[in-house]
């Protein structure tokens, strides 16, 4: 990495010609909000899985995330009741992206939000791909970094609650930069 604010212009500049020289694809990104509880009200970053699940069709401005019981969500899930008509936060291992997108799908909900399971990851996103078994998905399905979604479980264990209040999608190209609210432990 080049450092200093002349490296970073010539990053900025390089790499769009290097995705139209080579084709290759910068993630793409969404983003949503946690409105309660309010010690994290934050926008989040997240990545669309790569080659499955389904896109947001509607904005939701208050769904609940629920934390899957358990968490890897690669089986019946404890708390599917809570899931039906909303968005389940699943942490990566123990099964496929796919298998864990199917799971929540089949217990009704919208959308599955899957969390790196290494809790120090604040910056390496994982490009979430299909497995081997010709399986698909209709939800959508997000990659979130392990260490925000340590933190929105930390803070509903310590709230003593059972779910999050999210608005996603949130279009964040009309926030002004400095408005934007994103996590403080996440450093761009």
Not at 63 to 79: D, K, M, Q, T, W
Request: with cysteine; hydrophobic share 45%; net charge negative.
């Amino acid at each position: 990495m080049v450092a200093g604010a002349a490296g970073w212009c010539c990053l900025v500049l390089w790499l769009p010609a290097c995705v139209a020289a080579h084709g290759l694809r910068i993630h793409d990104y969404l983003y949503f909000q946690v409105l309660s509880p309010g010690d994290i009200r934050y926008i989040f970053t997240a990545t669309p899985a790569k080659d499955f699940g389904g896109i947001f069709h509607t904005r939701y401005e208050q769904i609940h995330l629920v934390p899957a019981e358990p968490s890897e969500a690669c089986g019946e899930l404890s708390n599917g009741f809570f899931i039906q008509d909303q968005i389940a936060l699943v942490e990566r291992g123990g099964c496929s992206f796919l298998s864990k997108t199917r799971v929540v799908q089949e217990h009704g909900g919208r959308a599955v939000i899957i969390s790196d399971n290494a809790v120090d990851n604040d910056s390496f996103y994982v490009e979430m791909i299909q497995d081997s078994t010709q399986r698909t998905a209709d939800i959508p399905a997000l990659f979130l970094l392990g260490r925000d979604g340590y933190m929105i479980r930390r803070s509903l264990e310590q709230h003593g609650l059972p779910w999050a209040i999210i608005s996603i999608p949130v279009n964040v190209t009309s926030i002004p930069t400095f408005e934007l609210l994103q996590p403080p432990w996440t450093f761009w």
